[in-house]
């Protein structure tokens, strides 16, 4: 490759079609749904390399530390984490991460990817790659359009001149047009034309060349977002875009604010498998399914099932099938999904309905993941909740108190640095402190284990509301 390319991970959706595992507190980029990584690692992996620089990765507050975290955990310590004060759709988070790299220059090269797709060829895939490279140094807008396997419904198309899609590696090719998801008639007809690839919505163009197109097509995204990029504040190792202007800033995809209306786009064909899992269907096929098409993930068993899949995510829940056919089932500690597997794509129905009943399962996890660690309630009731608390190496909770609630602590595994109003004291496996209501406190972890401790709470409210903090080193307010 002639320019290096910084790679562009967008992961700030919420992937609610692939609920109960993917909910707005921990969405499916972050988890672990194929392989031993999440698809976000596996995606910063990918995109590594000879001609790549360190990603930039743009995500939402809420998904800054466990970003920073994931990618630690490949080997990955470059590169930057620009924050969204909110989610604003892929235009203007493309058009902020080409604003922030213009101070490199303005040929520039920018991969724009999401980070929860499967692209198991690697290799192949930078091949792909390199082969737009040229098309992207002549101020074209590349895509890469995915060859189809089937009449699938659920993708957009990349429509091409007829008998253009040509062989492996045939390079960039002109775009004809964008076509929407279509019908399953219409899907059939375009597989048998031959002329028609999934669109993966990953882009590939220089710095100069979006900016021109963001200017020529989506003007009105330029002002606001220019000002949230120079209004961009530090925080911590993470770059904070102002939250005024991008406010102001209209929510949009990069699609419809500049790529259907682009006359300079090419394509590159990709012949090898693809899936951006959009639904536990998706997940299905991609976890490989055995001859009577079950496939089956951590404590599950089928017997005597057909095109089904069964997935336990808790250690301990066994999940068992009998005489199934065409069933989805996904099993976590406080939430079960049973589905036809034809209707994959109304899941994300059930986050509506469980928000207009007041369920937490909607979008939080029973496992909260915080900066320093996480926790997760182990009994909840009137007056009173014990949760399991695991502060990482290193790590320490903010300096807090409450008004309502008193907590006393148990380690478990581990040594805790305890501090209590003025006193501050060491505690090992099995010693234990109390926290009377409204004292300051902190718990710290200074050793190289996990540190893992028992939370007993008792008080009138119990709400992750009551908290005063007064130091906080992950900057929280």
């Known amino acids: 490759m002639a320019h290096t390319i910084t790679p562009v991970l967008l992961c700030g959706g919420s992937g609610t079609r692939l609920w109960p595992l993917s909910r707005k507190a921990y969405p499916k980029q972050f988890t672990r749904l194929i392989g031993e990584e999440s698809l976000f690692q596996v995606s910063a992996r990918r995109l590594r390399g000879a001609g790549f620089a360190a990603p930039l990765v743009i995500t939402g507050s809420d998904y800054r530390f466990i970003a920073t975290e994931q990618l630690a955990a490949t080997g990955e310590t470059g590169g930057m984490v620009l924050i969204e004060p909110a989610g604003r759709n892929t235009g203007p988070a493309v058009l902020a991460a080409a604003l922030v790299l213009a101070a490199q220059g303005p040929e520039t090269l920018m991969l724009v990817a999401p980070s929860d797709h499967v692209i198991p060829d690697g290799a192949g895939f930078r091949a792909a790659i390199a082969a737009g490279v040229p098309a992207a140094e002549a101020g074209r807008i590349v895509t890469f359009g995915i060859r189809p396997t089937g009449p699938e419904t659920g993708y957009g198309y990349l429509e091409l001149a007829p008998g253009a899609p040509g062989a492996p590696g045939a390079g960039p090719q002109p775009l004809t047009r964008f076509v929407e998801k279509p019908d399953a008639a219409t899907a059939q007809a375009m597989l048998a034309a031959g002329n028609y690839l999934w669109n993966a919505g990953i882009f590939l163009f220089s710095v100069q060349t979006i900016l021109a197109a963001f200017r020529a097509h989506a003007p009105d995204l330029v002002a606001p977002v220019e000002a949230a990029v120079a209004g961009m504040a530090p ?39 693809w899936s951006d899992l959009g639904g536990w269907d998706a997940v299905w096929r991609e976890m490989g399914p055995d001859a009577r098409g079950v ?66 399962q909607a979008e939080a996890f029973p496992r909260d993941y915080r900066p320093w660690g996480f926790y997760e309630t182990l009994a909840l009731s009137d007056r009173f909740q014990v949760k399991r608390i695991v502060v990482k190496p ?23 640095r305890v501090t209590v109003d003025a006193e501050v004291k060491l505690l090992s496996e099995n010693q234990s402190v109390y926290i009377p209501l409204g004292a300051v406190h902190r718990m710290e972890n200074p050793g190289r284990v996990p540190m893992v401790l028992i939370e007993v709470q008792t008080g009138p409210y119990l709400g992750e509301d009551d908290i005063i903090r007064y130091e906080d080193v992950y900057a929280r307010e």
Not at 316 to 333: F, K, P, S
Not at 341 to 349: D, G, P
Not at 394 to 416: C, D, F, K, M, Y
Request: with cysteine.
């Open 295 to 360: 496939a089956t993930g951590g404590a599950a068993q089928a017997i005597d099932c057909d095109d089904t899949l069964l997935r336990s995510e808790t250690e301990g829940l066994e999940v068992v099938g009998i005489g199934l056919r065409d069933i989805l089932v996904v099993a976590t500690g406080d939430a079960v999904l049973v589905a036809d597997r034809s209707r994959a794509q109304e899941v994300k129905q059930a986050i509506g309905v469980l928000k207009a009943k007041g369920a937490k």
């Open 394 to 416: 290193g790590a320490a909770l903010s300096l807090q108190s409450h008004v309502h609630r008193s907590e006393h602590w148990i380690v478990v595994a581990g040594t805790a």
């Open 235 to 273: 925080d911590l190792t993470f770059r904070r875009l102002a939250a005024g202007p991008w406010g102001q800033a209209r929510d949009v995809s990069i699609d419809y604010a500049v790529m259907e209306k682009a006359d300079n786009i090419s394509v590159v064909p990709y012949d090898g498998r």
